[in-house]
């Protein structure tokens, strides 16, 4: 495990480099951020779990930035939205949600 202390744009220049030809990834919605806003993201794989974080960090939050459009890679419609609808699971019976 390596850590920098340098600028997002040159933490990617130091991975790619040790990457090899590889893929890099970024775990961080901070760095993730950071890296969109400058050009530095090729793609963005997202996983979409049944689970509300509570006090958790908003996914690439950039509070009045400028929109930015995602195109789907995996060959559907580029401009259609995913939507997923779940209902919160009871865990304590004596509070029913219905």
Same mark, same amino acid.
């Given at each position: 495990?390596?850590?920098? *202390?340098?600028?997002?744009?040159?933490?990617?220049?130091?991975?790619?480099?040790?990457?090899?030809?590889?893929?890099? $990834?970024?775990? *961080?919605?901070?760095?993730?951020?950071?890296?969109?806003?400058?050009?530095?993201? %090729? $793609?963005? %794989?997202?996983?979409?779990?049944?689970?509300?974080?509570? %006090?958790?960090?908003?996914?690439?939050?950039?509070?009045?930035?400028?929109?930015?459009?995602?195109?789907?890679?995996?060959?559907?419609?580029?401009?259609?939205?995913?939507?997923?609808?779940?209902?919160?699971?009871?865990?304590?019976?004596?509070? *029913?949600?219905?």
């Amino acid at each position: 495990m390596t850590f920098l *202390s340098c600028d997002a744009a040159e933490a990617v220049r130091i991975a790619l480099e040790a990457a090899g030809g590889k893929n890099v $990834e970024v775990f *961080s919605p901070t760095i993730g951020r950071q890296l969109l806003e400058r050009g530095l993201i %090729d $793609e963005i %794989d997202l996983h979409i779990v049944p689970v509300l974080l509570g %006090d958790g960090i908003r996914l690439f939050e950039n509070p009045g930035g400028a929109p930015v459009r995602l195109a789907r890679l995996d060959g559907g419609d580029r401009g259609a939205a995913v939507n997923v609808r779940y209902r919160p699971l009871v865990t304590d019976p004596s509070h *029913s949600v219905r």
